[in-house]
């Protein structure tokens, strides 16, 4: 343990021995702080996370650059499908430790699958759209967006809690029951959970008769089911000769008029709530079979689109294969190149952004890439600047999509173009994608760690968190 006034290595001693600083309370801090990382450690070991969570905040409360404790909670963010969230932890872990410190592999993990976070945003905008739904009254369509959600992403907690709540509305406890016991297994001291399930099993407990229990007295015979007590007389000595046979007459004689007034009743009930569960089967099933159609057409739309886009582009290059095409944007580059004071830069890179980055990595030979990195050197500057400048005009009439698009560009054709990173990361931040926002943000603090736009992305990554 260091001093924080000096930063020298203490000892047993209440004071610093180097500056005279009185560090009592100070250790005191820090051993509370370790003792509530070591107990969320153990909780999440057994896959408590909720606990888990509790006792790294309370670490953190007491000691914010503890940044064991907050990669611990971001991993436990993540294991509950929060991956925001769990972001925020990592990014912050990352200001405070910059050598050495795992929740980069963390980042760079998240970074390097855009599929995955492309459907971690698909799965939050359908969970928003299932909230609004219930709130609306819709349970229908909520039950199908969840539905999605959970196939989706189906470690978020929430989704599953939410649809468990639905169907407990609906009387509907073995689904229900399918639901939470999923939620368990991902947290096991979850409260809403374990509520949630022992509802739940009450009600199945009923069901099945397992809570009736029955006790004799002298007098008596009680019978308790459920909440009802039925309370039978014992019957010691019975009637002999014609006595007895009346007795049966009559026995039978009301069991037959109870049976007409009450089971009557019950069986109309019945076949009315048969009747009713199958409408709603088939009301859900429709609500259902649209929602997928209307899917189906929409991702029939993007694979005509992009079935478009190919065959221009096979048109286009007939003919040709991937060398051929690039050496002719390189040629066509060069060319434009060569006109002297005359040339425009929009032009070169035009053709150069029809090169694939991978095939220049990978497969195009020295002289190609050199040649194409002189070209990105001459033009990359001014054409970034352009691209800047347009996407701060979209930005400023509040079209976020097209200054994403013209930021990526400005960033891709002039990589040290800190204010381009910055804006795209405030782009993605106004536009609501809060996922890319984060990360992009992080890579500002780590390309650029001392200058304005650094400080600046620490305090949207801090409010982003909150």
């Known amino acids: 343990m260091n001093c924080y006034k000096c930063g020298c290595l203490l000892s047993e001693k209440d004071f610093c021995t180097a500056c005279g600083a009185d560090v009592g309370t100070y250790k005191k801090l820090i051993y509370l702080s370790n003792q509530y990382y070591n107990e ?18 309370q670490c953190l409360k007491l000691n914010k650059v503890n940044t064991q404790a907050r990669n611990l909670l971001g991993l436990v963010y993540f294991e509950l499908g929060e991956l925001v969230e769990a972001l925020t932890e990592w990014v912050i872990s990352t200001t405070y430790q910059q050598e050495k410190n795992i929740a980069k592999d963390y980042i760079d993990m998240v970074q390097s699958n855009p599929t995955a976070l492309d459907g971690y945003n698909t799965t939050i905008h359908k969970y928003n759209i299932a909230l609004n739904s219930c709130r609306q009254g819709s349970v229908d369509m909520a039950k199908i967006q969840l539905r999605k959600v959970v196939n989706l992403n189906p470690k978020l907690l929430k989704a599953r809690q939410l649809l468990a709540l639905l169907y407990i509305k609906d009387e509907d406890w073995e689904k229900a029951k399918r639901e939470l016991e999923p939620c368990r297994k991902i947290d096991i001291g979850n409260v809403l959970t374990n509520h949630y399930l022992r509802e739940v099993n009450d009600m199945l407990g009923i069901e099945d008769g397992k809570n009736s229990r029955k006790k004799e007295s002298n007098n008596a015979v009680y019978m308790q089911s459920g909440n009802d007590i039925i309370i039978q007389p014992k019957i010691t000595r019975e009637p002999k000769g ?23 009743p019950i069986q109309v009930r019945n076949a009315e709530k048969t009747v009713e569960n199958e409408l709603q089967a088939a009301r859900e099933e429709l609500a259902t079979k649209s929602a997928d159609m ?54 070169i890179a035009s053709y150069l952004s029809n090169i694939d980055e991978d095939y220049v990595a990978n497969e195009a030979t020295e002289e190609f890439q050199t040649m194409y990195e002189l070209m990105m050197s001459s033009v990359g500057g ?54 890319n926002a984060l990360v992009t943000y992080a890579q500002v603090t780590e390309r650029f760690p001392e200058s304005e736009n650094a400080k600046r992305a620490l305090g949207f990554i801090a409010e982003l968190g909150e």
């Open 242 to 264: 014609f006595g007895l046979f009346l007795n049966i007459a009559v026995g039978l004689l009301i069991g037959l008029v109870i049976g007409w007034f009450l089971l009557g």
């Open 382 to 435: 001014a054409v970034g600047t352009q691209y800047y400048e347009a996407g701060n005009e979209a930005s400023r009439i509040a079209d976020y999509t097209t200054a994403i698009e013209n930021y990526k560009k400005a960033v891709f054709f002039d990589i040290e173009n800190g204010d381009a990173l910055f804006a795209l990361a405030d782009a993605y931040r106004q536009n609501g994608d809060k996922t």
């Open 294 to 347: 209307e899917e189906m057409s929409i991702e029939f739309q993007k694979l005509q689109s992009k079935y478009d886009e190919t065959a221009a582009s096979l048109e286009s290059y007939a003919g040709t294969d991937g060398d051929n095409a690039a050496l002719k944007n390189l040629m066509l580059a060069q060319i434009e190149y060569d006109n002297g004071e005359s040339r425009d830069p929009m032009v």
């Open 40 to 57: 969320g450690l153990e909780r999440a070991k057994v896959r408590d996370l909720t606990g888990a969570k509790e006792k790294l905040r």
